[in-house]
């Protein structure tokens, strides 16, 4: 590439660092691909790193050693992620969402690429440090929302099935017990689609009661898999006891009446922790 001025580097080097998140990029990458002395890159390094810092936009790490580079985290602050969520409640909230049996309309919300970017950087700063090797869905409702987490993560998709398909190859299949309706469905996943010993971060839109989500972590064992974290886009206060008990949930919905037309809808655990 040709030597740039400093002004577009800084803005060419931000783009970089933005669609590599969670990459250790050493500085002769920078040095080559501009053309500049490695001490030029350091301070544009350090100008870009107050602004990712000052904006709340994520982390800029750097690294000492021969090894060593800058790595960009991407972070938000809970006090703008709560802003949003809450934007996203008043959304969930309107009347016409109910549908016939107490359920809540949220596929628009689910399909809305502002809004998964959004939610999916929320759960990347969450789980920023859980060291996952890949993010684990159930299809279908959930894979956006995984996609998204998992852009920011840097990290793959690994999407159980409902049922098996000849394209799979070999698979893993579980009996599980629904939590809500106490159903035993059965959930399979290719052998070929996640390594031994992973470390596995659970993505899901919706928690009920948290069989779904337990009959994937009792899926993880086949694979002898450890799971590194579970967050929920929206979990139900209805239910009495959950399934299970360490999660992250950006929304609660504790209620709908099909008759008033309410919808108790907010923030979830999440904004409540002390961390």
Not at 126 to 133: H, L, N, T, V
């Amino acid at each position: 590439m040709k030597k740039l001025k400093r002004s577009a580097r800084l803005v060419e080097m931000t783009q970089y660092l933005l669609f590599r998140p969670h990459t250790l990029i050493p500085l002769t990458t920078f040095a080559e691909r501009y053309n500049s002395a490695k001490s030029s890159i350091s301070e544009d390094l350090t100008i870009i790193k107050e602004v990712f810092e000052e904006e709340g936009l994520g982390e800029l790490n750097t690294m000492a050693g021969a090894a060593g580079g800058v790595k960009f985290i991407p972070k938000l602050r809970k006090d703008a992620s709560l802003q949003y969520v809450q934007k996203v409640c008043e959304d969930l909230r309107q009347p016409d969402r109910i549908l016939p049996g107490g359920y809540l309309y949220m596929s628009d919300i689910l399909g809305e690429p502002a809004i998964l970017n959004e939610v999916g950087k929320m759960f990347a700063t969450i789980f920023a440090e859980s060291g996952a090797d890949c993010v684990m869905t159930v299809e279908t409702k959930g894979i956006p929302l995984a996609y998204a987490v998992a852009s920011y993560l840097n990290v793959p998709v690994i999407i159980v099935r409902r049922d098996n398909k000849v394209t799979e190859g070999s698979v893993v299949s579980i009996n599980y017990v629904s939590g809500s309706n106490k159903r035993i469905q059965t959930m399979s996943l290719s052998r070929r689609a996640l390594k031994e010993e992973s470390k596995v971060l659970i993505i899901d839109d919706f928690m009920r009661a948290g069989g779904t989500i337990q009959g994937m972590k009792d899926l993880l064992k086949e694979f002898k898999a450890s799971v590194s974290g579970v967050g929920v886009f929206v979990q139900s206060g209805e239910v009495e006891e959950h399934l299970i008990e360490d999660f992250v949930s950006l929304a609660k919905l504790s209620g709908v009446d099909s008759k008033t037309k309410q919808i108790i809808v907010e923030p979830g655990n999440y904004f409540y922790s002390k961390s």
